[in-house]
């Protein structure tokens, strides 16, 4: 079975239509690269499967969307523990107003766990994760505001995984850091992909290209192909998919 | 072309320099008339003195020091708290149709005259009161129940306005991680907007210390430092506003010094709540 399975998904914010009859799966600790331009709704994907979407007025859906073969707008999901088990990286990473430590240890605290060193485990082992515990272990306890962008972006991952998700989405994780910061976070990603399954939004083909996993294009609202990386780069079965590859548009 | 140019910015430049001239001679005034009662009565005596008998020329406020304090006080305890509350409630919690059309009601609080804020406290909060707690119901109770409502607006809109400056991605950020709308709130969204709240708590505490007419009308007024919330109390505006149709001399004199003390406290308050939002 796969991880997560869209069956004739569509989404609607009003009257726009976002998303298009979407048929998509992703394998379980399988990294999958949704690649396309703005617009074409591969962040609405993303929303849709945590129901972050459901906080826009006048959004609905139709069709289904299945985490382990369960709806995810199924009347029963707890939509707080749905988003424990799909964790969140967005483009904009935020740390809470706390130190480094509290933000990492934030999210097990809300799942209950107060012992201090199972959370030391937890925060130790969220931050190894992330790729950014060798820079920040000699000042954990200070203000996480003070960290670069990079910095701060990885420990929103760390902040993520801290929470112990099945599924990881990041939202253009990269697209305000420097290219070393990127090859960092993307690095970080090929580790995560054998215990998580990952889902990462990019408008950026070369991107798509250096993670080297499964890709899907989106465009307008469409699935138009999807494949693993090396065959659709090298050869591209959709005409607008090489389009946007090329640099044609987008 | 030039000359126009220079024309404006002359013209322009003189009709704001004015505002800050006409705030300059305000307080040249206030100053000027106030000073003779500060050095005949003593500043000291005038401050700290608790007989307010103009007609035997003992002139100490401190009663109504005392009384603007307590009222203010007790405004901000009843207006921030629900104000404050209201705010995150349509910020928040209620679906924009209901917000759209809750913050134009509260803010229409703002447009009923003060007076009118009086007469409804005379017949009915003060009856309230003396039926239910004792004492002549005239009161500081009475008056921050009744500047507690009129400072809801400016608490509500300016707190509400800050809470809706905080972007989108932060709350976003926090529900991802499974926390749910309160926990979010609590966390991230107060922390970001507690500038402007604070912003609103200043505006708020101006609007109290400052309001007159309707303190007036459930005050009671007596010239003595209150001992209780239940007891009769004069606020400074209360006792310019009352006294200044028929004292002359020393008495008229000590009004307009009862003013620079009033003039020097909020500007103080101001000064000092300013910097607490600036050090964020």
Known sequence: MPKIKAINFNFFYAKTQALHSLNLEIKLNNLLTIMGPTGSGKTTFLRALNRLNDRVPAARHAGQLLLDGTDVYAPKVDVAELRRRVGMVFALPLPLPLSIYENVAYGPRKKGINSRSRLDTIVEKALIDAAIFEEVKDRLNSSAQHLSGGQQQRLALARVLAVEPEVILLDEPTSGLDPLSTFRIEETLQQLKKQYTIILVTHDPLQAARINSDVAFLYLGKLIEVGPATEMFTRPRNRRTEDYITGKFG | ?280
Not at chain 2, 98 to 123: C, N, R
Not at chain 2, 151 to 162: H, N, W
């Open chain 2, 1 to 280: 072309m030039l000359d126009q140019e220079k024309w404006a910015e002359t013209v322009l430049t003189v009709v704001g320099l004015s505002a800050v001239a006409i705030l300059g001679l305000i307080i040249l005034f206030i100053f000027k008339e106030g000073l003779p009662a500060f050095t005949q009565v003593g500043l000291w005596q005038f401050l700290t003195g608790t007989d307010w008998l103009p007609s035997k020329g003992k002139l100490g406020i401190l009663p109504m020091i005392a009384g603007s304090f307590m009222v203010t006080a007790g405004a901000l305890l009843i207006g921030l708290p629900l104000g404050l509350g209201c705010a995150i409630y349509l910020s928040e919690f209620a679906t924009p149709r209901t917000a759209a059309l809750l913050k134009p009601t509260i803010e229409l609080l703002a447009g009923i005259p003060s007076v009118v804020f009086g007469f409804i406290g005379l017949t009915l909060i003060v009856p309230f009161i003396r039926v239910f707690f004792g004492g002549p119901g005239f009161s500081v109770l009475a008056s921050s129940l009744v500047l507690g409502i009129m400072i809801l607006p400016t608490m509500v809109s300016v707190s509400y306005d800050a809470l809706r400056a905080v972007p989108l991605t932060y709350r976003e950020g926090m529900l991802a991680l499974g926390a749910s709308e309160w926990q979010t709130v609590k966390m991230v969204v107060l922390p970001a907007a507690r500038p402007g709240i604070l912003a609103a708590a200043i505006l708020a505490m101006g609007r109290a210390v400052g309001e007159t007419m309707a303190v007036i009308m459930v005050a009671g007024n007596s010239a003595i430092v209150p001992g209780s919330v239940l007891d009769p109390v004069r606020t400074m505006t209360s006792n310019i506003a009352l006294e200044m149709g028929y004292a002359t001399g020393l008495h008229r004199q000590a009004l307009f010094a009862t003013g620079v003390v009033l003039f020097v406290i909020i500007s103080v308050l101001n000064i000092v709540a300013r910097a607490v939002v600036r050090r964020k």
